[in-house]
């Protein structure tokens, strides 16, 4: 090779590098570099895309459609500026292909992505690639010993020798290591592999274009940045990655995975979570791999929780407690309500007493202790899981500095002079200046503040609902089957009228969330939708648990005697039957938490299935007009059963995506942790639901929605943190309702101090109070009362009327206080000494697989090493050849 054609060939490669970079900085918010070193010159240089689809030799793949209708807002602007023009124009200068299909009134205009646009954008994305197999990757060693990995083996060992698992045809695929692209290395990628670029990658990097190109006029206008803004104006209808073929295509991924993995009959099954990853993209995939972990974990938890349930259906015959509130029709219970309240037997309440021993037995306080220690288990054991996964998937590093500013939060500090350095990419970055931070931040606290306080007041009025209920029943001649089984009808009643409260509150709360979140001006994709999973599951939290709690750890807790009732607004405060308040307790969350499940389920059937088939119905992709002839009406019949038609005709994900199903499952998660005492057959229920739960997103997600977007994500998030925070509450909830809720520590005070044959006979009598009648205040003792007493009983321990101390707290009462607070102490104390030893035995990365990130790391870098020396010897060999031809010694 002569100089000038080494030069040429240098300048050569030199233009083609230079323009990929002018091609980069066409859109101004692909990176923040650009939009910093944004010059006015280099905005205005556009280089001509001549390639079409027609125009390019072979098969091109539709990687991606936008859509737009002649019925759709005009795109002309009142300036007279074409949105869509100027959009299209702009993301052909980043190389893409576009082809436009006229249907009816709709216009599909077809993307692809070229081998240098995926090359070129793969490497600004710094997104992970399959390297080569090289023979030293192939055998990689695995040492180290680890506690778990041997557990996990012995149990495996067990359960085949009871149960073999049909894996089904959908098996793992083979492991391939991975590096992060970079042109300058293509030594180490198989780029000529067909596969190489993967319809997860063509369509990353289109929606990475089509997010952050600028189509407007003004660059600095955040409404003229990225297709949604297009979307949201109602110039484009839709934009989306085509699905693998029909549901019904046979030998199409999205096929195999219907009839193997989204199919009900297949729910023994494992999931295929590599071939989801590879069709749903990573983000979905790892919701399926954690709900299908979490739904493994909860059957130890629902056989504990039956086993208490079974407990007491065996034992409550033997049931003392109970026994005894049953039969005592001669203990007459002082009134509920002033004035119009009669008394009461405490008989009344047998059904109540029974069905609270079912949940408030002898095997309480142990399941609740194992539930606690569970749930330190599975966040450990996920936390586990989670990062064998990520390796697999080749996300082991990936950082959120790493991810790409969100171009909305580009767009608004165009042209700010506050700059930082980002410490892993090195690029100087836009930020947010504290003077602008903070009252966005103080005003949605404020805001979020305020609606927290609605829900809270929601929750007050169901508990007027449940005084005004009680007192109007005294008022009427109720049945005997009414004043029977009152403690039952009414808070299932309160309840339901809670649960639709909730419903209408978080419609609401969604739509201000999503605007307060906005103001935040948030750097990456991520932090935005964390924000706005914190501050959404903060109100949902508040929205659900508020009744909960304040029947377990406020209802009956306070109220006072009958001579001098502690009131609120001049109302008697609720009280707790004799048998305690957890039975209400239990139903209250049956209703809410097994009443949303089954409620999430049959929306989840229907709403799809319903707007799908109306979707079918309304658009005009297929509308014959009488006026076209038979071989138009034949082309446009042909042309509804185009792909991208039928995927048109789907339901769109929305910005949400997968926030709605994180969300539910996670409100079941607190339901099962943190009240699980007062419910153990929670886990049963969470595991019955979550096995149908899993097929039916995989149905929805397979068959009426479109393809998702495959964004790359680590692990589940936020939600993990939310998760072990709710992990550590569940040791005080649980610790609190069986101190306070239950009567298992006043039974075990009186066995232990005041019984003399150390059992709980006469355990009733003790915790019942008596009051004189005539003690009773002015206008408050009931009006023609039924009975003749004149001592009736009311729950609590104090002093009787005949005592120098009258209704005062005897010595029992400080000692069941001081008890209870001791319980709770140590209860905290053993479950967290029991969580280090379990945090101590279980790393957060297995020692197998640390071993492996290592090697892997150590032969990658070998590998680089060796093909730089190899390309340094050949340059060098060159230089050699081309020394030796033109020095004096050979001519």
């Not at 397979?702 to 072990?724: A, K, Q, S, T």
């Not at 120098?804 to 010595?811: C, I, V």
Request: with cysteine; hydrophobic share 40%.
């Amino acid at each position: 090779m002569s100089d000038s054609e080494d030069e040429t060939a240098s300048m050569e490669t030199t233009r083609m590098y230079k323009d990929d970079l002018e091609l980069s900085r066409m859109s101004l918010y692909l990176s923040s570099q650009d939009l910093i070193n944004n010059s006015p010159g280099a905005v205005q240089h556009i280089r001509p895309e001549s390639i079409t689809f027609d125009s390019t030799p072979g098969d091109i793949s539709v990687d991606f459609v936008l859509v737009s209708s002649s019925k759709a807002k005009a795109p002309v602007d009142i300036d007279g500026w074409n949105r869509r023009s100027a959009f299209e124009e702009r993301i052909k200068e980043q190389g893409l292909l576009l082809e436009e299909d006229v249907v009816g009134g709709l216009t599909f205009i077809k993307v692809h992505a070229p081998v240098p646009v995926l090359r070129r954008y793969c490497e600004i994305l710094k997104l992970r690639m399959p390297m080569k197999e090289y023979p030293m990757t192939e055998h990689i060693p695995e040492k180290g010993f680890d506690v778990m990995e041997k557990i996990k083996k012995i149990i495996g060992r067990i359960i085949r020798l009871f149960i073999t698992i049909d894996p089904g045809p959908l098996t793992p695929t083979k492991y391939i290591l991975t590096a992060e692209y970079s042109r300058e290395k293509s030594y180490l990628f198989n780029e000529d592999d067909p596969e190489f670029f993967s319809a997860e990658v063509r369509t990353l990097v289109i929606d990475f274009i089509l997010n952050r190109v600028s189509w407007g006029k003004d660059q600095a206008d955040v409404n003229c940045v990225g297709i949604q803004c297009l979307l949201d104006a109602g110039v484009y209808r839709a934009a989306y990655p085509l699905h693998d073929g029909t549901h019904t295509t046979e030998n199409s991924l999205r096929h195999q995975l219907y009839v193997e993995w989204a199919m009900m009959s297949k729910w023994i099954r494992r999931q295929p979570i590599d071939q989801i990853k590879e069709y749903l993209g990573v983000k979905y995939a790892f919701y399926f791999t954690w709900l299908g972990f979490y739904t493994h974990m909860l059957i130890p938890a629902a056989i504990l929780g039956l086993i208490v349930f079974f407990y007491g259906i065996f034992t409550f015959p033997n049931n003392r407690f109970s026994s005894d509130i049953c039969n005592a029709t001669d203990v007459i219970m002082c009134p509920l309500c002033d004035r119009t309240c009669d008394y009461w037997e405490l008989s009344n309440t047998c059904f109540y007493a029974r069905l609270t021993y079912l949940f408030d037995n002898d095997l309480t306080v142990i399941f609740a202790f194992l539930m606690s220690i569970w749930a330190t288990l599975f966040l450990e054991l996920w936390k586990r899981y989670s990062a064998t996964i990520t390796h697999r998937w080749g996300l082991t590093g990936f950082t959120l500095e790493a991810e790409h500013p969100r171009p909305q939060y580009l767009a608004r500090l165009y042209g700010t002079n506050h700059t930082k350095v980002n410490l892993v990419t090195g690029n100087i970055e836009p930020t947010v200046p504290l003077w602008k931070k903070i009252p966005a931040t103080l005003f949605s606290i404020s805001i979020l503040l305020l609606l927290i306080m609605i829900a809270i007041a929601a929750v007050f009025g169901v508990v007027l609902y449940r005084m005004s209920v009680l007192a109007s029943l005294s008022l009427t001649n109720q049945s005997d089957w009414m004043s029977t089984y009152s403690n039952i009808f009414i808070p299932t009643t309160a309840a339901i009228i809670n649960l639709v409260c909730i419903q209408l509150l978080n419609f609401v709360y969604d739509k201000v969330a999503i605007y307060l979140t906005e103001m935040e001006l948030l750097r990456t994709q991520t932090e935005f939708d964390e924000s706005l999973t914190i501050k959404i599951y903060l109100f949902q939290f508040v929205n659900y648990y508020t009744s909960i709690i304040y029947i377990a750890f406020l209802k009956g807790k306070n109220v006072g005697y009958p001579a001098k009732y502690l009131r609120i607004f001049g109302l008697r405060q609720e009280e707790c039957s004799p048998g305690g308040c957890l039975m209400e307790l239990s139903i209250q969350l049956f209703i809410i938490m097994v009443g949303q499940q089954a409620l999430n389920t049959v929306v989840e059937m229907i709403i799809p299935v319903g707007l799908n088939w109306f979707n079918s119905l309304s658009e005009n992709t297929g509308r014959l007009d009488n006026q076209k002839s038979s071989s138009e009406e034949k082309d446009l019949a042909a042309a509804v059963k185009k792909p991208w038609i039928e995927d048109y005709k789907l339901l769109d994900w929305g910005p949400r995506g997968l926030f709605p199903e994180y969300l539910e499952m996670v409100m079941q998660y607190g339901f099962v942790t943190l009240f699980v005492t007062a419910f153990p057959l929670g886990p049963f229920f969470a595991l019955l639901n979550n096995v149908f739960e899993m097929r039916l997103d995989a149905k929805k997600f397979l068959r009426y929605f479109r393809r998702p977007i495959p964004h790359r994500v680590p692990n589940i998030g936020v939600w993990y943190r939310v998760l072990d925070i709710l992990g550590k509450l569940a040791v005080i909830t649980n610790a609190f309702i069986i101190a306070f809720s239950s009567n298992y520590i006043p039974r075990m005070v009186y066995i232990s101090l005041v019984s003399e044959d150390h059992t709980d006979k006469g355990f009733l009598n003790n915790t019942l109070a008596y009051f004189d009648t005539n003690d009773f205040e002015e206008g408050i003792a009931p009006h023609n009362s039924s009975f003749n007493v004149t001592y009736c009983r009311y729950k609590d321990y104090r002093n009787p009327p005949w005592s120098p101390q009258k209704y005062e707290r005897p010595t029992m009462y400080y000692e069941i206080l001081v008890a209870r607070l001791t319980f709770i102490v140590i209860f905290q104390n053993i479950v967290s000494l029991v969580k280090v030893a379990v945090q101590w035995l279980i790393p957060d990365v297995p020692n197998v697989l640390s071993d492996r990130i290592k090697r892997e790391s150590y032969l990658t870098t070998q590998m680089i090493i060796k093909n730089e020396a190899k390309k340094a010897a050949e340059v060098e060999h060159l230089d050699g050849m081309l020394h030796g031809v033109n020095s004096p010694q050979s001519l």
